[in-house]
């Protein structure tokens, strides 16, 4: 049984000042190694015994991964922005109004401030709250180690719970979300037993339109499956479409294939059960909001 109050293992602690430091610390691949960034999912695992790294690396001194910025046609986020300070850059975006709302409902004003997107990430939970409109919007990650850099899809980096494609000498740079393209919009819900709890399920839909066509529909859904799911069945069902009828046969049918595709189980948040049956009308809420919020800008 451990306290939930402190750390019982010893390790030792660093805390960089740049990326030279850091990456000097991270090529030494010897010693069972824990980055942190906020410490928000890390410290009370490591209180909780889930976690006893040997050596404890804080990235937040580290001012080169702390920005959130435009660079041309992309959002790029580096891996130390807090979740507070992303919230506030998307905010008069009204295309990512998913993004805005998936990173916002992560918890309450303190763990805003402190947690950070490349955490969130890395943490690799299933009911991650910024990771579906990340997803659903086809964001990447640049890694980097000392000597190389290299991209990947967020839907290849994330492997399973607590798994993530992330080799030892590496460390997430920053995060890459493309812009989206006129006639988007998009839409986050998400369900929880009490306010800013972890999630019974969350999701993330992205339409694209252009008059009464639908010309894409995305849609990823975290707390049903090992990792959060990019879904392929609503955009083969609406893809292409005319949408006449919200409340149509070619909608419910769409809904009824987001519930079909998650693979959720039973744990103590919710039951696989429920969750396939509201995933179907969280779709169809959320589809109709990203709908009439594309229209805007549809051409």
């Given at each position: 049984?451990?306290?939930?109050?402190?750390?019982?293992?010893?390790?030792?602690?660093?805390?960089?000042?740049?990326?030279?430091?850091?990456?000097?610390?991270?090529?030494?691949?010897?010693?069972?190694?824990?980055?942190?960034?906020?410490?928000?999912?890390?410290?009370?695992?490591?209180?909780?015994?889930?976690?006893?790294?040997?050596?404890?690396?804080?990235?937040?001194?580290?001012?080169?991964?702390?920005?959130?910025?435009?660079e041309?046609?992309?959002?790029?986020?580096?891996?130390?922005?807090?979740?507070?300070?992303?919230?506030?850059?998307?905010?008069?975006?009204?295309?990512?109004?998913?993004?805005?709302?998936g990173?916002?409902?992560?918890?309450?004003?303190?763990?805003?401030?402190?947690a950070?997107?490349?955490?969130?990430?890395?943490?690799?939970?299933?009911?991650?709250?910024?990771?579906?409109?990340?997803?659903?919007?086809?964001?990447?990650?640049?890694?980097?180690?000392?000597?190389?850099?290299?991209?990947?899809?967020?839907?290849?980096?994330?492997?399973?719970?607590?798994?993530?494609?992330?080799?030892?000498?590496?460390?997430?740079?920053?995060?890459?979300?493309?812009?989206?393209?006129?006639g988007?919009g998009?839409?986050?819900?998400?369900?929880?037993?009490?306010?800013?709890?972890?999630?019974?399920?969350?999701?993330?839909?992205?339409?694209?339109?252009?008059?009464?066509?639908?010309?894409?529909?995305?849609?990823?859904?975290?707390?049903c499956?090992?990792?959060?799911?990019?879904?392929?069945?609503?955009?083969?069902?609406?893809?292409?479409?005319?949408?006449?009828?919200?409340?149509?046969?070619?909608?419910?049918?769409?809904?009824?294939?987001?519930?079909?595709?998650?693979?959720?189980?039973?744990?103590?948040?919710?039951?696989?059960?429920?969750?396939?049956?509201?995933?179907?009308?969280?779709f169809?809420?959320?589809?109709?909001?990203?709908?009439?919020?594309?229209?805007?800008?549809?051409?």
């Amino acid at each position: 049984m451990h306290n939930s109050r402190i750390l019982t293992n010893e390790f030792e602690f660093f805390q960089p000042a740049d990326l030279s430091e850091l990456f000097d610390l991270v090529s030494d691949t010897g010693v069972e190694t824990q980055l942190m960034a906020g410490g928000t999912d890390v410290l009370p695992q490591m209180k909780e015994g889930r976690k006893s790294p040997q050596r404890l690396i804080s990235t937040m001194k580290v001012k080169e991964l702390d920005f959130v910025t435009l660079e041309g046609n992309y959002i790029t986020i580096g891996a130390t922005a807090k979740l507070k300070a992303i919230a506030a850059f998307c905010k008069d975006i009204p295309s990512v109004d998913a993004l805005y709302d998936g990173v916002s409902a992560v918890g309450k004003i303190q763990i805003l401030n402190m947690a950070t997107i490349a955490g969130n990430i890395c943490t690799a939970s299933p009911a991650a709250d910024p990771v579906p409109p990340m997803l659903a919007m086809d964001a990447s990650l640049t890694l980097q180690s000392r000597n190389s850099q290299r991209d990947i899809a967020l839907k290849d980096f994330l492997l399973g719970p607590g798994r993530t494609a992330l080799r030892p000498e590496e460390i997430v740079y920053k995060v890459n979300i493309p812009m989206p393209q006129s006639g988007t919009g998009s839409e986050f819900k998400k369900l929880e037993r009490v306010s800013a709890d972890i999630a019974k399920i969350n999701m993330a839909v992205v339409v694209i339109r252009k008059g009464n066509i639908c010309q894409s529909c995305k849609v990823a859904v975290g707390s049903c499956g090992p990792t959060t799911l990019l879904l392929s069945g609503p955009d083969k069902i609406l893809g292409g479409k005319e949408i006449t009828d919200l409340e149509g046969e070619l909608i419910r049918e769409a809904g009824a294939s987001v519930s079909d595709e998650i693979t959720p189980i039973d744990d103590i948040r919710s039951s696989a059960e429920y969750r396939r049956k509201v995933a179907s009308v969280i779709f169809m809420d959320s589809f109709k909001v990203a709908w009439a919020r594309a229209e805007g800008e549809a051409l």
